[in-house]
């Protein structure tokens, strides 16, 4: 199950924004949910 919601997480990542700037935004949208 992680592996898969990895994939998908990083999939999703990769479609929205390409470049470290995701990385950020990710660990900002976890922090405020």
């Known amino acids: 199950m992680a592996d898969t919601s990895a994939a998908a997480f990083f999939d ?3 479609t929205l924004i ?3 700037s995701a990385y950020y935004f990710g660990i900002a949208a ?3 949910d």
């Open 12 to 14: 999703l990542d990769r």
């Open 18 to 20: 390409s470049g470290s």
């Open 30 to 32: 976890w922090r405020n």
